[in-house]
T-cell receptor, first 113, second 113 residues
Framework: AQSVSQHNHHVILSEAASLELGCNYS??????LFWYVQYPGQHLQLLLK??????LVKGIKGFEAEFIKSKFSFNLRKPSVQWSDTAEYFC???????????FGAGTILRVKS | SQTIHQWPATLVQPVGSPLSLECTVE??????LYWYRQAAGRGLQLLFY??????ISSEVPQNLSASRPQDRQFILSSKKLLLSDSGFYLC????????????FGPGTRLLVL
């Protein structure tokens, strides 16, 4: 069965620090990859996605993620975090023609001002 | 544009009572619909999904059931709630097309006492 691992459950950063959240998945076939974010008190919303093409994907609010197929990874990055980035971040994977998303356990990011 | 509604937003129920959570989608036809449960530190667990009226796939055997009586309505039910059913329940939808994204509702927080 597919699984998704997010390496850090809690991350605390100061404003302007760089961010990288790790995500690895276990599935050998073609996948679609997603990062979702849940700000305090808000809906789960899509941050960025990868279906095909350029493995470096740009999302909203200055986030980007890089798909490295050989490492089964889709790490999320942001060069300089802001206090408003405090949220929980979820990596999710779907088989290319599948119906189902498999989520990681989530990473809670707290940015100190 | 498409919107997804869930109600109630919060629910407190005694052990052994029945449950009915409702999810409706507006602005699209024939969506795939999903129920997830979100638990702290464990990400989102897919409970049920549906590709059409009356078609339900169960992912995790448990005390819950789902129904899809109408194209854009998805209901999560239980005949007798357990303490372990407490959690945050999210409904999601996606268009039935290749390479599509799942969009999530606001969720229902259920507390079973």
């Amino acid at each position: 069965a597919q699984s998704v691992s997010q390496h850090n459950h809690h991350v605390i950063l100061s404003e302007a620090a760089s961010l990288e959240l790790g995500c690895n998945y276990s599935y050998g076939g073609t996948v679609n990859l997603f990062w979702y974010v849940q700000y305090p008190g808000q809906h789960l919303q899509l941050l960025l996605k990868y279906f095909s093409g350029d493995p470096l994907v740009k999302g909203i609010k200055g986030f980007e993620a890089e798909f490295i197929k050989s490492k089964f990874s889709f790490n999320l990055r942001k060069p300089s975090v802001q206090w408003s980035d405090t949220a929980e971040y979820f990596c999710a994977v779907k088989r290319e023609y599948g119906n189902k998303l498999v989520f990681g356990a989530g990473t809670i990011l707290r940015v100190k001002s | 544009s498409q919107t997804i509604h869930q109600w109630p937003a919060t629910l407190v129920q005694p052990v052994g009572s029945p449950l009915s959570l409702e999810c409706t989608v507006e602005g699209t036809s024939n969506p795939n619909l999903y129920w997830y449960r979100q638990a702290a530190g464990r990400g989102l667990q897919l409970l049920f999904y549906s590709v059409g009226i009356g078609q339900i796939s169960s992912e995790v055997p448990q005390n819950l059931s789902a129904s899809r009586p109408q194209d854009r309505q998805f209901i999560l039910s239980s005949k007798k709630l357990l303490l372990s059913d407490s959690g945050f329940y999210l409904c999601a939808w996606t268009v039935q097309r290749y390479q599509e994204t799942q969009y999530f509702g606001p969720g229902t927080r259920l507390l079973v006492l």
